[in-house]
């Protein structure tokens, strides 16, 4: 199936997240979504619009914190200036997609779906035919999530669990549950019963089926939101009576245990890039050492893992399995591939030692 | 036995070598003398001064390459002018330490001392009082090496093999002959005899001994440099014509052959610093993670080896063994302490490269 531009189809893409575990490349004021970590040249929100630009066109609507607004309204030129959106402070991903749902029910949008600004989708026609399915099915009432089949036991993201198949779309399936990260022993029970996907945090949906399920679990939140897209002068005002909950919380969950979510299938890979290690095997195998930048900068002898030479400066790596060495103007950072989250540690550290220019 | 000033005694440095296993802290440009490799705030050089001034106050001789002589000067401050001397090109010790003898002989000093720029020396009073042993035997005629005990079967270092004891001299031992690195199991066959202390390049003699003991084995080298210091002006023109060899092979060796050299044992800690698995062991054990620098730059977790922040960016450093990490303005240096001394590798790509600024 090759998906072209789906008219009345608009894309919401939430620009959120520190992505602490990425320090030094990542900070609170540079977070993950504007860098290239991929070394594509573009950034993962420049890619996330590109990939979702063939269905889409302009109906773009990104949501991110005011601090980020000007670097994101400068990486996706071209954009109407109605298609950024910026949250006067960070409230989770419930008050973020649920404006979005908002200001699109106001705008007349049909169909909705909401996809990160910092995950990794090498296969961007095999995203866009899984999404026109999930569209589909969502001009339906269903929320529909994708659901990303699994390539090894991973403890990092949640699943979700199929159900029946749905009369009349060839691949949704009803959805069971969403359940939360769980451990590799868990996850391993859930790969060899088929059941289970990765649950990418994809969902699509008519904006006002949205807003009503979250209104059947909090009609103030859902009335404040729509108050918001009508009359902008109260964002403001009424944001900082929203809840900070995740939309898997406060929607997902809820809906799916009342048996009004369907997935579809995404036959692609993805990921999230949540450290240095995934963004390691996302971009090489084991026996390499790959060398995201400036290659020539990187003297590389006898060893493997990933090197980010992002200061200019020669960056020599000897002997040295699985090792990730990330080279910023103001900070660098050495360590393994397996003790790749605990850079989230150094980034406490530095808090408390008042660095907060480099956290 | 403590050591005082010694009247008719100079001290003679050289200060030579590019330290191309400390890439990226020692360069061409900027050699392993010049930089503080122990965390005292004070060069190699200038350790080596302060070490050896109780014995000689004003009375040394530093011999330096042209290119360093303004560093040199730059860091001994109070020196006479006349208390460097710029080598037009590198010709190997025996030019170096020859030259200096010629001028002494030609200022009426009674014995020398050589002593390298560049070795690391904790103990100084041990030290001086070896010194002082070895200038008593010295205006005996002998040309006296200070023989350092051995703490592990090293295949870095050459060894002196001792011999019968030197009467009237208490310490003193003749030297039946210097042996070049051996590999590390007949280093360990050394060690076994007791026979065996390692060479250290320290030594001791009258300067007309040393000239003379040269003039046996190549008379127009040792009548070069005597020409060299009685007319200064002919040092351009008669350098380049004075032979590249090592000080052992011209003199100390066939003089040892000839029973004319002795040695001191040295009861103090010692090294050469060759690398940086060898300057991780002289500053911390190995449990350690040794912080050269301004440790406050240092974020450390579950790391040992050594840390050398000297950008002024933080560097942090998690879960590596025997780590290496060097971190300076234009280069940066990641590997382990047993591939440390690879740094000459990538130091030779580099001049391949071009990379002139960085070597």
Known sequence: MVADEIPGFWAVVPAGGAGTRLWPLSRSGSPKFLHDLTGTGHSLLEQTRDRLAPL???????????????AVRGQLTGLPGDAVVAEPSARDSMAAIGLAAAILEHRGAEVMGSFAADHVIPDAAAFRAAVAEAVAAARDGWLVTIGIEPTFPSSAFGYVRQGDPLAGHPTARQ?????????????EEYLATGSYRWNAGMFVVRPTVLLDL??????????????????????????????????DHAVAEPAAAAGRVVTIPGAF????VGDFDSLAGLLGDEEDCTILGDS??????????????????????????DVVVVDTPDALLVTTRARAQEVKKVVAALKDQGRHDLT
């Open 296 to 321: 020539s900068l990187a003297q590389v002898i006898g060893a493997s893992g990933i090197v980010v030479p992002r200061s200019g400066r020669v960056v020599a790596v000897i002997g040295l399995d």
């Open 214 to 247: 979250l209104a059947e679990q909090d009609p103030t939140f859902a009335a404040n939101l729509r108050t918001i897209a009508a009359e902008p002068g109260r964002l403001p005002e009424l944001w900082d009576r929203l809840p900070r909950i995740a939309i």
């Open 56 to 70: 889409v066109a302009e109906r773009l609507l990104v949501v991110t914190g005011a601090a980020h607004e000007d």
């Open 269 to 272: 890979g993805w990921d999230d």
């Open 175 to 187: 959805v069971v549950e969403f359940v939360e990260k769980p451990s590799v022993p868990v996850a």
